[in-house]
């Protein structure tokens, strides 16, 4: 085993990367609506 604990196995980057997505894109989508809708009810 490695010394360097921020050493990630490569097998692990693609899961991780995967994860990112999974809670980042309805996050993101999430959150562009939240602005759409506060924007329109501000803005009439």
Do not use: C, H
């Not at 097998?11 to 329109?40: D, H």
């Amino acid at each position: 085993m490695s010394s360097d604990s921020n050493s990630t196995p490569p097998g692990r980057r693609g899961l991780i990367a995967f994860a990112w997505v999974w809670v980042g894109v309805p996050l993101a989508y999430g959150l562009y609506e939240l602005v759409r809708k506060a924007t329109q009810l501000f803005t009439g």
